[in-house]
Structures are given as C-alpha cells and as structure tokens.
C-alpha cells in the first residue's frame, strides 16, 4: 500500500502537466473553420428524387454573430450551391459577393460586402446534391421489392465527416445544433428522421411534405434521414419509449430479434447511465447497401441488412450473436456519442470503445448462456493486443489535425482496445464504482461535448481513487507491457513471483523504457481471482504474493487485463496441466495459448513451446477455446503453408489428430441440448476439420449436405446455418467446375443477404486457377454489392498461397479500376481489398514487394492499414525463420507429439 500511494503521487505530477501540454497542444493543431458565429439551429428542407438520384434542398442556420465579420465558413462536399443570403434579426438581407471553395477540406468561404450586423440570424441556401453510390452522404440503395421489381431507397451515413454533403454546415463534433427536418416524398414512400412526425401534408402534384419534430441539440454527424418502402414491427420499452424495426417490404418478422434486444437493452442502459434515453422514439432500419455495420445516429439507426434482420427459421447461432451485439453497441452509442460527444476525432474512442464494452456487457446480461466475458479475450482482447503489438499501431488518444485523419482510426484499437481498458478499469474500480461514475459524467455533461480527462474526472470522483494516474499509461502511450516471470521463491505459506515489464513489440525488438501502471489480477488452482485488493505494479520490477501451491498460478486471471504474461518453465508446466484437466477456467486457456503464440512469434518463447502447449489440449471441449486453438493452428497454417517447408505436411496431420478426438464427440448433427454454445463449437470444430483432415468421412458428409442444399436452396433443414459455409468450402476445395457452377446456381435462388454472405465466403476455396479468376472477376464486375465485392476477395486469400497470389496480382493488375469502385466510399472498404490482397503474405521478399508497389502507388487515405500490413508480413516471416530454426522445423518433431 506504500508503494502503491507513492507511485501514485509521482504519477499524478507527471500526468497532470503532459495532459495541459497536449491539450494546449490538440487546439493548435486542430483544423477548424474559423467563424465570428454561433449556430443555433438548422433547418433543413429536402426534395429526393429517386429517380433522377439528386435532391433539391433549402438550409436555413439560425446564427448568432458575435462581432463583426465579413465572411463565413461552411464545410460542403459535392453540392451545388444556387442562392445564398444572410437574413438578419431585422430583416436586413445581405448576398455574398464572392464564394471561395478550398477542395482540400472542402470548405466554403462566403465573402461580404458589408459587415454581418452582431446578433441573431440566418443563413439561408439553397442548393443541389446527388445520390450517391458510395454509401456516404444522402446516398440511393437498390433493392428488390415483392414482385421481384427493382426499386430504390435513400439514406444517409455523416459520420464521420460526411453530412457536408448532404447540406452545408460546420461538420464538427462540438459545434452541435438542433435541427429541424423537413422532406417532400412521394406520396406512396415513408420518410423516416430522427425525430417523430410533427405534420404530413399531401400536395396537389401528388408528393406530400413530411416535418418532424425539433432535435435535442446535438453533432451533424448524427443528423439521419431516410425514404423508401418499408415495413416494421414494433414494441415499447418498460420505460415507455416506442422502438421500431424498419425492414424492406414483406420482411417484417425478420426484425423481431432485434427488436426484442433493442427493448431490453434500452431499459438497460436507461438504469446503468442514470439517464433515461431522451428521445421519444428509436428507430432501427435494415439498409440494403451500407459501408459499416450500423450507425447510431440518434433516434434512427441505421444497419447492414445482416445485422439487424434474422429469419428466425434460419439463423445460426454466430448471426444471432453478431445481431445482438451490433444493437446493444449502436444503443450504448446513445448515450456515449450522442448524448455525450467526444470534442474532437482525437477522443474517438470515448465513443467506440466505450460501446464496445457496453455491447458485451449488456449482451452477457440478456443472454447469460451465451457466456460474452468469457468469448472477450479471444474475440476483442486477442484483436486489440494483435494490432497494438505492431510499430504502426497508435494511441488510443491520436493525435488529429484534420479531420479526414479519423477515417484511418476506426480500427482495433478505438473499438478493442478501448473496451479492454474499459474492462480492466470496471474489474479495478468494482461495477458500483464504475457505475456511479458513468453516471456523474452522463449527468455532467449530457448534451455537451468531451474529452478523456472529463471521464477520468467523474470516474474517479465516484471512486475515490486516482483514475487518471492509473490510466494515463493505457491511453496516452501507445502498446502494452510484456510481464515476464523472473523468479519463483516460496516460504511462510506463500509463493512470490518476481516480475518485469517491458513494451511487448511483435517483432521482438527493444523498444524505449516506457511503463504502464499494471493491475495485476492473479488466480492460484482450487480459487477463485481476488479482486478484493488488487496490486498495482508502475515499476519496472515488481512483485506479487499469492497462497502458495504445487499446481498452476494464473497471472492476468480471467483476461481482464491488456497485457502479455512470459512464466517461466515450470509454471508453464503447471498450466499444462491444468489445460489438461481443464482446472484453468476456459478464458484463462484461451489466454495462456494465446499469450504462447505472440510470445512464440516476437522471439521470446521457443515455437516448441506453442507445439507443447497445443498438445495438452487434447482434451478440450469448449467453444471459446477452441477459438483460441483455431487462431493458432490457422494461423501457423498459412505461415507455414506459404513456405514451402517440409514441415507443413506433418503439422497439418498433427493439427488433424488434435481436433480428431473432439470432432467425434461433438459430430455433425444438431443435438437438442447443443445451445448456443454447443452450436459454435461444432462450426469451430468443423471448419479445423475441412482445414486439415484428410479423412474421407468428412469430405463425404460435406458433400451429402452440399448435395441437399443444390437440390433445394431455401431448405433450412439442408444443412445447419452455422456451418453452411464450411460445407461449401469443404466441398469446393475437393471439387472443380461442376461444383463452382452449382454453388453459383445457389447464390442466384437466395434471397437472404446473410446466405448470399456464406456463397461468397466460400467461393475463395476453389483450387483451380481458372476458376479463381472467375471469382475475382465475379466480384468486381458489379454483380456483387459495393458493400460485400471484397468477400470474395478475402476468402480466396485466405483460402490457400495460390488464391493469396491470385489475388494480389489481380489486385495490382486492376488497381486503378478497383481503387476507383470506391475512391469517394470510405477508406475501410479499400482497407479490407488491400488486406485481402496481401495480408496474408509470410516473407521478406513478398513484403519488400507489396512496399515497392505501394511507393509506386500511394494511398494516403489507407496508409496506416498499408504500413500495419507490411510490420505484420515480416513478423511472419521472421516467425517462420524462428520455426524452421527449432526443433520444430524438424518434420519428425510434429509426428511425435
């Protein structure tokens, strides 16, 4: 407790002047339009038109001046401006002698004869904008309707910087406003917003004219407005908020899982932020082409079709999931984003990470079987510590100058990290502590605008501990430590681990001396962690007591913290064990293997090692950790696959003889006492099968239920949904043109996005060259949705060193047509072309070759995923050389195990 209450001390001095200077150091830095004005309101008047794909609109923002000024800053992207004036309080009306565009952010300049007079008015434009196909901005979305006709709707998605084309604006989160909406539609479409209805008026050219109801002042990035054909189910929460679900004509029973989720989380949240949702309606709608997987624009959520509707009679237990937590994520968003917005793009994660975690807490508490703490460290903690382990990865707090920056920083660790150390702050601080403070920072700021240190603030008011000292070094400083065993002494009853730290890097290197303030939470066999008293390590060395014991101790207990653990020889024998008798709670096997790998692949453990520890999971029997174990065989799979070496073939008979033993308890046929989890067991099991064994039994099932699925398409009871995309890719692995072509046949009967998803997913496993071309040309021919072209792209990558070639060459060959499908979408969606074609690559010469290409061509908007790509391609490559250079590298080695 000393040590603890000094290290603090010095802490505190230290992070209380880095934070004034990096605030002081945000502002400079921050591009900003520069304006004499406050804006009050919008009030927004739009005309679609769904057949010609442009709107007319009319933007009056209510201003207040505040000193003379003869000019005026609006951001605007891809509008055409037809009339311009300010209107003062008076009546006075003033026209801008000049408009000055600058493309690079896309601003507009109006220049003034005459000074704007201080006080209250408006300016009023009018303007024209498209509908686009780039899912950004007021963009169309096609879809087909009952009758098989094709029709369009429109919808939008600001965030993050995107409303400017939808109408101009100062689009930054902190200059928030109300806004007032009104469209013109044709008279059989719905419009939706994010408010209710005030008044429908029906025109005599037989459109009608849709206002809705005052916002609560809030960011342009969260403005939302919708027109199509829809149906919807609805409820009302506990609390009397009335939810809908929006979904395209005749799919209206789709919606209800969602919309069950939807009305027990709201409530949820309505108790666990003590503020209930301010709006009075919430409505969710299903988008037939969107970027992201949802946005929480507030009071009219939008989705990916596949991640809000379900058809009840067909959905597995893996869409289930990913449903489930899309809503609870977007909902926490109402209250962490739009209730409470970040002040700027550099506190991104104050939004994202906090959804993150919230979407798994409130997942585990409406579905408590489904068991989301102990899926957390193989799902979100092992994706946050995979990239954070990289050079190129990034603070949680990055530094933003522009705002076009943030597009490159909705990734892993805004979203994963963020949710881990929101996690290990919710295990330190206890869920009352956490609670209350959450509370105190809703009810302090609700409608205004934040940063980090304002969430440290209220939470450790609430607390009564030091919150900003300790999380200073997980969110300011990029990575995370490696804590290393160096010695084990017993006496007195009690066992003392001494430990180090150290920046934890993939490649293995040294990096500067920089510290974390560890929690560290420990678990010794037969007891459950204590984190009554948790230890708090911000030195170099360090040590920690726990009960003394012959059998495994467990350091990081439960995976609650974002760090790497190294034991020492025994100690990792002990854990051994306890994986061998399952004693090591499951989350805490998954991590151990985990930890094994990254440490396997940056050097610091001997790949025997990983081999050893693989083996004693021999018997296992759980979902979560045999996604652990799918990670590190798949992983050592396409490593291993693209090299070349003799040892692949014995691995991949190992990894067969390991996943043998469960596949056969578990078997092919749904069982009544499966549950969810029994569920993503068998397809975890069954995709390993079709992987790496070669027995004939497998092929042979596959193919009898690939054979039922030909026959019929839409027979649920064919093949089950969660490891229908297996089947497919089993299958067409063994098979050539006939079964390509029957899969097509499939592709073209559904109807269903989500069975579409699991085509597209499988065709990648096709091994003849030609028809990975077909693939690849497929996909990029605009048969495929903008949304999902690279699907297909990723599963042939993933899918085999031939397919991961195929790709990259078709990849370089067309770059400028592929680069131009989605030049004005967001850059994730060039991000995940990229990725798939040359992620995979395991060798200096690949990654010397995908630099050269990108020198030649470079991606400014997509640098960051470029330069991860490449870190990611030589740490393979020198964990090959690792392998080869061990025992493992010895094909007799594999064989023994």
Same mark, same amino acid.
């Given at each position: ?26 502002? =400079? ?13 919008? +009030? ?14 009319? =933007? ?41 565009? *600058? ?14 007079? =201080? ?94 109801? +005052? ?44 919309? *069950? ?107 408590? /079987? ?105 969110? *300011? ?34 990096? /500067? ?47 609650? #913290? ?43 453990? +001997? ?31 396409? #490593? ?25 308890? =578990? ?47 839409? /027979? ?5 949904? *969660? ?131 990108? /020198? ?42």
């Amino acid at each position: 407790i000393s040590s603890w209450s000094t290290t603090v001390s010095a802490i505190v001095l230290v992070v209380s002047f880095s934070a004034s200077c990096e605030k002081t150091r945000k502002m =400079v830095e921050r591009v900003l339009l520069k304006n004499k004005l406050t804006i009050e309101r919008y +009030d927004l008047d739009l005309e679609p038109d769904l057949d010609r794909f442009v709107f007319n609109g009319l =933007v009056k923002i209510g201003v207040i001046v505040h000193e003379d000024c003869l000019s005026v800053q609006l951001h605007s992207k891809d509008l055409q401006w037809i009339n311009t004036e300010f209107v003062s309080e008076s009546g006075k009306k003033l026209k801008p002698i000049q408009l000055n565009f *600058e493309l690079e952010h896309y601003t507009m300049e109006m220049i003034f004869a005459e000074a704007l007079p =201080v006080g209250k008015g408006s300016l009023n434009i009018t303007f024209v904008g498209e509908h686009n196909n780039q899912m950004a901005g007021f963009y169309r979305s096609g879809y087909t309707a009952i009758n098989g006709e094709k029709r369009t709707m429109v919808s939008t998605q600001f965030e993050s910087i995107d409303a400017r084309r939808a109408f101009p604006c100062v689009d930054e989160p902190a200059v928030k406003a109300v806004f007032g909406v009104t469209m013109t539609v044709a008279s059989h479409l719905t419009a939706l917003s994010n408010m209710p209805e005030t008044e429908v008026c029906h025109l005599s050219d037989g459109r009608k004219r849709v206002s809705f109801r +005052d916002s609560p002042i809030m960011s342009t990035y969260l403005l939302a407005f919708c027109v199509g054909e829809f149906d919807f189910v609805q409820a009302t929460t506990d609390h009397g908020v009335q939810i809908r679900v929006y979904t395209p004509p005749g799919k209206a029973s789709h919606g209800r899982f969602s919309l *069950e989720c939807a009305r027990r989380s709201l409530d949820l949240y309505d108790s666990f932020f003590g503020v209930p949702y301010p709006l009075p309606k919430l409505d969710m709608i299903a988008i037939p082409e969107f970027a992201m997987g949802a946005m929480e624009n507030w009071g009219l959520v939008t989705y990916r079709e596949i991640a809000l509707l379900i058809d009840p009679a067909k959905a597995s237990p893996q869409q289930m999931q990913r449903v489930c937590i899309v809503v609870t994520h977007e909902l926490a968003h109402q209250w962490f984003g739009n209730l409470v917005t970040m002040a700027w793009w550099d506190d991104l994660w104050l939004n994202e990470g906090f959804a993150t975690f919230m979407q798994n807490l409130a997942t585990d508490l409406i579905f408590p /079987d489904w068991a989301m703490w102990e899926q957390f460290g193989v799902d979100i903690l092992a994706g946050a510590l995979g990239l954070d382990a990289l050079r190129s990865s990034h603070p949680i707090q990055v530094p933003i100058a522009h705002a076009e920056e943030v597009e490159q920083v909705f990734d892993s660790i805004s979203y994963l990290k963020g949710a881990s150390v929101n996690r290990m702050l919710f295990t330190v601080l206890g869920p009352d502590a956490f609670k209350a403070g959450l509370q105190l920072y809703m009810q302090r700021h609700k409608y205004g605008n934040t940063e980090t240190h304002d969430l440290w603030t209220a939470l450790g008011e609430a607390s009564k501990r030091d919150v900003r000292a300790l999380m200073a070094s997980w969110t *300011e400083q990029m990575g995370y430590p490696l804590v290393t065993v160096t010695d084990v002494t017993e006496a007195d009853g009690k066992t003392t681990l001494k430990l180090s730290q150290q920046w934890f890097l993939a490649d293995g290197s040294k990096g /500067d001396e920089r510290l974390w303030t560890i929690p560290m939470v420990t678990a010794v066999a037969g007891q459950a962690p204590s984190t009554e008293q948790i230890p708090f390590c911000s030195t170099k060395t360090f040590e920690v007591t726990v009960p003394a014991t012959r059998a495994w101790i467990k350091l990081n207990a439960d995976q609650t #913290i974002p760090i790497r653990v190294a034991y020492t020889p025994d100690l990792l024998r002990r854990l051994a064990d306890g994986i061998r008798d399952k004693s090591l709670p499951p989350a805490d096997r998954a991590g151990v293997l985990l930890d094994a790998y990254a440490l396997a692949k940056a050097g610091h453990y +001997d790949p025997v090692v990983v081999a050893e520890l693989l083996a004693a999971f021999v018997n296992e029997d759980n979902a979560t950790v045999w996604g652990a174990l799918a990670t590190v065989l798949t992983g050592l799979d396409k #490593i291993l696959m693209g090299s070349g070496h003799a040892v692949y073939a014995p691995f991949a008979d190992f990894a067969a003889k390991l996943t043998s033993p469960a596949i056969s308890a =578990v078997g092919w046929t749904s069982q009544a006492t499966d549950g969810h989890r029994g569920k993503l067991l068998r397809a975890s099991l069954i995709a390993l099968a079709g992987r790496f064994s070669k027995d004939p039994q497998t092929l042979a099932e596959a193919r009898r239920r690939f054979d039922a699925v030909v026959a019929n398409p839409t /027979d649920a009871a064919a093949c089950p949904a *969660e490891y229908k995309a297996i089947v497919y890719q089993i299958v067409l692995k063994a098979g050539g043109v006939v079964e390509y072509d029957q899969l097509m046949k499939v592709f073209e009967a559904l109807q269903d996005n989500v069975e579409r998803k699991q085509v597209m997913l499988a065709l990648g496993s096709a091994s003849d060259p030609a028809l990975q071309t077909r693939t690849l040309e497929w996909a990029t021919s605009g048969a495929v949705k903008l949304q999902d072209f690279f699907y297909p792209l990723m599963a042939l990558s993933a899918a085999s060193q031939s397919g991961l070639e195929s790709v990259w060459q078709y990849f370089q060959k067309h770059f400028t047509r592929l680069h131009t499908m989605v030049s004005t979408a967001s850059p994730s969606l060039f991000d995940a072309v990229i990725g798939a074609a040359c992620g995979g690559f395991a060798s200096t010469a690949k990654a010397d070759e995908v630099k050269k290409f990108f /020198d030649e061509h470079p991606l400014p908007a997509n640098q960051r995923r470029i330069a991860q790509i490449l870190e990611t391609i030589r740490v393979n490559a020198a964990f090959m050389d690792r392998i080869a250079a061990s025992k493992t590298g010895d094909p007799a080695f594999w064989a023994k195990l």
